[in-house]
């Protein structure tokens, strides 16, 4: 009774009681999550990063992708848009690949929710986040799996290390990434625990995040997964292999099926839009092949070693000078058993393998090359590193000041030799110039000498002192003051390498952008319509700032509408496209209406993207010091027009954009005319130039003496009407040449200079170029420079061309009455009316072809036929047709269902694992029920077939059979001894913790 009054007296604890618990229990999660994000974000402020100076976070696909999908995905989380088709990119297209390879990771949920205004800060905060979160979950795998209970120092040291590693850093330039960084830890110990345990629920659950978060790094770790599986059975103590090996695998295979059928929603669609173009993106070689030497990867692990993300870049692997004494101290260490340092280094050594040898690392890439940030699986061999570095540094009382000693001098002589090497990344000192001024800025060998000597002393006296707090907290100091060092050097570098973009390019330019745009759709209520604009920070505009264009770059891309694209003449990068190269024809065909012009403020304006004097200026909108002006286009075709089945007849040429140009045309119009007319070249002259023809068509010109500054080519043209002239070289290979014009009278007198018309050849300057209007009779001079490093240039055809615009407006009128008028549209569906003058015409639409359209006429459903290469047309009926798109692809309905299959046996799992329930009882119940009413059934049919002595006695022995109720079925004779086995065999959480 007493002790009932004394239970009775004891308050409940309330909320805030709880909550004050738990955050004390948590203090040092917290600490481990605090600590990296706040020398990151110190290692920021110092760089001058908003809101301590102008610099940004933004650098190269950050900047010129990722930041325009998240303001477009943004936009679609808050209902303007759509998660699965955009009109932005490239025409149009399906979004499953930009979110599978961009923006899957829960942490998106930080840019969604911050106001839009602040995107580079979100940003910002994301990556601290995930800094943050990487050394929880690093901390949480130390702690678990330490044999015994760590020190607290290790325990904020090493996560610390883990989350600021090299790779960490330079790789906040592609924030989607490191979510690997955050379940890596969490998978390891799910496959600890299912081998040491049979659980699979700890294993199953980050590895199905991390295909969710980034299938393409998830492969990645996926590989790795499998061969931390076989370490891990390996590597138990006083056994081969682990108790139940085979049930094990069973065990490791169900799994990660379990968790591939969860990510199925992410996969399955992913692969249908790789599919459209990813995989046939480079030639792979597999020659056999070795990447770098062994002695230039070590420079690697020292400090402020960052070399370049270009393609040639080494792997980036540095995890401080701590782990560069600790790891082979881990191998010399007497408390540590051989079978462990085995392992460990056969799985290190392994993974070094596959960074050397070529077709390897092109296998773990996917079986291609990356065009920049080579090696994306390096922090795997990090990990590696830093956790033999913890495993040794609890057992430095294994281990003998000579062999930390040993390790020190060896290092010392190392960095000696490297100074004598004076490789480019790794150097004594680096100059550096800033507002005028020469300043000399230590680097990576001094560095490295001044910490491991630091942290040499520090280890001899944890060594001497091990239970001396004061040096454990200095040691820790050392490390983060050496993280912190080598964060800002690794920024610097970068800006130096690829530039981080100014804040103030960012903001408030996208603000502006976005408010003319809305002004344009105030002012245009129609359904659709495309625009562009002769401005563009990055092809990504249209998509980031809410107009449909174009211009887009992606990695997931649908190849045969941009190799379309810029067979009309665009501007074209394997993935992306430019609206650079427009004509007249092309601004009808893709019912471009609008575009943009950017007055006042000129920044990013390109001077090859001019608004025609045809195009009216309908409206304008005052943004900051910006004047946003809109010049309507007469000749807009709209999104589909009624054509004939020539338009399937059209076979687009590589060389010649004019000349498809004039066949698309003429198509729609039903009439052959040659709109664009190829011009005569009267002359060609060379200076300094020699000339040469391949064997491939191609015409070579290269400079003769380097001495002289002006090598060109010059072509005379003569002019046949009075119009625009424009210019396309077709080349395979790209060198960057200056394009001049001027008038021969003009040129011949010498009164003034050539005229500027453009460059050509490179990037976005490979596209049509207008020259400009000139009169009929003109003779033109047009003068190619060449201005690149490799002193030559290629071209397998020169092609000068005039334009009918006449002609043209009066043909765009007519094919305008058959256009397609759009009522109803939305991002995923749209209809409309189109009126077929005869049976067996097309509509004829830009839409890119993919699976998952499905298109009605009249409210039947057509089959798809696809034109120029890429675009849909459906069959029409005489007069007027009602059509309608839909977007929704059947793969896309498979995935789902397959997640739903996953995530059923997921649950299944956690109520064996967790709630302890026993799936076999259900089934053991059914079958006593079903014995039991099988045995009456029988008894019954006895008694009415045979005698009243044969039922007797058939009654008696019915009655001696003891009767088998559902409990005692339960109990005892189903009763499956492989449960009461796994059950002796698992241990809870708590227990598995404990040890």
């Known amino acids: 009774m007493e002790e009932r009054i004394k239970k009775a007296a004891v308050p409940k604890k309330g909320f805030w009681d709880k909550t004050s618990s738990w955050l004390y229990d948590k203090r040092w999660y917290f600490l481990a999550f605090f600590l990296p994000a706040a020398i990151l974000f110190t290692a920021y402020a110092f760089f001058k990063v908003y809101p301590f100076g102008d610099n940004s976070v933004l650098v190269l696909d950050l900047n010129g992708q990722y930041v325009y999908y998240y303001e477009a995905y943004r936009d679609a989380f808050w209902g303007d848009g759509s998660f699965i088709y955009d009109w932005s990119r490239n025409l149009s297209g399906e979004m499953f690949g930009i979110f599978a390879y961009y923006l899957a990771s829960p942490f998106m949920l930080i840019i969604y929710l911050l106001p839009r205004s602040m995107m580079p800060t979100s940003i910002l905060i994301m990556q601290l986040a995930k800094v943050g979160t990487a050394a929880v979950t690093f901390r949480f795998f130390l702690k678990k799996i330490s044999p015994k209970k760590p020190k607290k120092v290790s325990l904020i040291v090493f996560p610390t290390i883990y989350a600021l590693m090299s790779y960490m850093v330079v790789q906040l330039m592609n924030p989607m990434w490191l979510d690997a960084l955050i379940y890596l830890p969490l998978i390891c110990w799910g496959v600890q625990r299912l081998v040491r345990e049979g659980k699979i629920l700890p294993y199953i659950i980050p590895l199905s995040l991390m295909f969710i978060s980034h299938f393409y790094i998830g492969y990645m770790v996926g590989i790795f997964t499998f061969m931390y599986f076989c370490y891990a059975c390996l590597s138990l103590e006083d056994r081969t292999l682990p108790k139940k090996f085979f049930r094990k695998c069973v065990y490791f295979g169900v799994g990660t099926l379990i968790s591939l059928m969860c990510a199925a929603f992410v996969l399955i669609p992913v692969y249908n839009s790789l599919k459209l173009g990813k995989f046939g993106f480079t030639t792979p070689d597999y020659s056999l092949a070795t990447q770098f030497d062994f002695l230039t990867f070590t420079t690697k692990l020292f400090p402020m070693s960052y070399d370049t993300v270009y393609p040639e870049g080494l792997p980036v692997i540095y995890c401080s000078t701590a782990a560069l004494l600790l790891v082979p101290l881990f191998f010399l260490n007497s408390k540590i058993s051989i079978k462990e340092k085995t392992t460990n280094g056969v799985l290190a050594a392994l993974l070094v393998i596959f960074m050397y040898i070529k077709p390897i690392d092109m296998a773990m890439h996917g079986f291609q090359m990356p065009q920049w940030l080579p090696f994306r699986y390096s922090f795997i061999f990090s990990f590696l590193l830093i956790y033999m570095s913890f495993r040794a540094f609890e057992n430095l009382d294994g281990i003998t000041m000579k062999n930390v000693g040993g390790i020190y001098?060896?290092?010392?002589?190392?960095?000696?030799?490297?100074?004598?090497?004076?490789?480019?990344?790794?150097?004594?000192?680096?100059?550096?110039?800033?507002?005028?001024?020469?300043?000399?800025?230590?680097?990576?060998?001094?560095?490295?000498?001044?910490?491991?000597?630091?942290?040499?002393?520090?280890?001899?006296?944890?060594?001497?002192?091990?239970?001396?707090?004061?040096?454990?907290?200095?040691?820790?100091?050392?490390?983060?003051?050496?993280?912190?060092?080598?964060?800002?050097?690794?920024?610097?570098?970068?800006?130096?390498?690829?530039?981080?973009?100014?804040?103030?390019?960012?903001?408030?330019?996208?603000?502006?952008?976005?408010?003319?745009?809305?002004?344009?759709?105030?002012?245009?209520?129609?359904?659709?319509?495309?625009?562009?604009?002769?401005?563009?920070?990055?092809?990504?505009?249209?998509?980031?700032?809410?107009?449909?264009?174009?211009?887009?770059?992606?990695?997931?891309?649908?190849?045969?509408?941009?190799?379309?694209?810029?067979?009309?003449?665009?501007?074209?990068?394997?993935?992306?496209?430019?609206?650079?190269?427009?004509?007249?024809?092309?601004?009808?065909?893709?019912?471009?209406?609008?575009?943009?012009?950017?007055?006042?403020?000129?920044?990013?304006?390109?001077?090859?993207?001019?608004?025609?004097?045809?195009?009216?200026?309908?409206?304008?909108?005052?943004?900051?010091?910006?004047?946003?002006?809109?010049?309507?286009?007469?000749?807009?075709?709209?999104?589909?027009?009624?054509?004939?089945?020539?338009?399937?007849?059209?076979?687009?040429?590589?060389?010649d954009p004019f000349a498809n140009q004039n066949s698309v045309m003429s198509a729609l119009t039903g009439e052959d005319k040659s709109y664009f007319r190829r011009l005569e070249v009267l002359e060609d002259e060379t200076n300094n130039v020699i000339r040469e023809t391949l064997v491939d068509g191609h015409t070579k010109y290269s400079v003769n003496d380097k001495n002289i500054t002006d090598s060109h080519i010059d072509f005379l043209v003569k002019v046949d009407s009075d119009s625009g002239v424009y210019m396309y070289f077709p080349t395979s290979y790209e060198r960057k040449c200056n394009v001049w014009v001027q008038d021969e009278r003009d040129y011949a007198m010498a009164e003034q200079p050539m005229s500027q018309a453009g460059q050509f050849f490179e990037s976005d300057e490979y596209s049509i170029l207008k020259l400009g209007d000139f009169s009929k009779g003109q003779t033109l001079r047009v003068r190619m420079t060449i201005d690149n490093k490799y002193d030559e240039t290629f071209w397998k055809d020169y092609i000068f061309c005039s334009f009918d615009y006449d002609t043209f407006a009066q043909d765009c009128k007519k094919v305008q009455q058959r256009s397609m008028n759009v009522t109803k549209f939305e991002d995923t569906y749209l209809e409309g009316t189109v009126t077929a003058d005869s049976d067996g015409q097309y509509l004829f639409t830009t839409i890119p072809y993919e699976n998952g359209w499905t298109v009605t006429v009249n409210g039947k459903e057509v089959k798809q036929e696809i034109a120029l290469e890429s675009l849909i047309a459906v069959p029409l009926e005489k007069g007027e047709n009602k059509v309608t798109f839909r977007f929704l692809p059947k793969y896309y309905i498979v995935s789902l269902i397959v997640t739903g299959f996953g995530v059923i046996c997921l649950v299944l799992v956690f109520l064996c694992e967790v709630k302890k329930y026993d799936m076999a009882k259900p089934f053991r119940k059914l079958a006593g029920s079903v014995r039991n009413k099988v045995d009456a059934l029988a008894v019954e049919q006895e008694e009415t077939d045979g005698g009243e002595s044969e039922a007797s006695q058939d009654n008696d022995e019915s009655e001696q059979e003891p009767h088998v109720d559902d409990d005692e079925c339960d109990d005892d004779e189903y009763e499956d001894d492989d449960y009461e086995d796994e059950d002796e065999e698992y241990q809870d959480d708590e227990e598995s913790e404990e040890q």
């Open 409 to 655: 001098a060896g290092l010392m002589i190392f960095l000696f030799w490297c100074e004598r090497e004076n490789y480019k990344h790794f150097q004594i000192f680096e100059s550096v110039i800033k507002d005028g001024k020469t300043s000399v800025v230590i680097q990576g060998v001094w560095m490295g000498m001044i910490c491991l000597s630091i942290v040499f002393a520090l280890l001899y006296l944890i060594h001497k002192y091990p239970k001396n707090k004061t040096i454990a907290m200095v040691f820790a100091a050392v490390i983060c003051l050496e993280l912190y060092a080598n964060n800002l050097d690794t920024f610097r570098k970068i800006d130096k390498d690829v530039a981080y973009s100014k804040y103030s390019s960012y903001e408030p330019y996208i603000s502006e952008v976005r408010g003319a745009v809305d002004t344009i759709k105030k002012f245009d209520t129609d359904p659709f319509y495309r625009m562009e604009a002769n401005f563009h920070r990055t092809v990504n505009d249209p998509i980031g700032t809410g107009y449909i264009g174009l211009s887009h770059s992606s990695s997931t891309m649908n190849a045969p509408a941009l190799k379309m694209l810029q067979k009309f003449g665009f501007a074209y990068g394997g993935h992306y496209t430019k609206y650079d190269g427009a004509t007249y024809i092309t601004d009808a065909l893709f019912d471009i209406r609008y575009i943009m012009e950017k007055t006042g403020d000129l920044s990013y304006v390109d001077d090859r993207i001019v608004v025609p004097q045809e195009y009216k200026l309908t409206t304008q909108s005052q943004q900051g010091k910006s004047t946003y002006k809109f010049y309507k286009n007469p000749n807009a075709l709209g999104l589909g027009v009624a054509v004939s089945k020539d338009i399937f007849n059209i076979q687009l040429l590589d060389i």
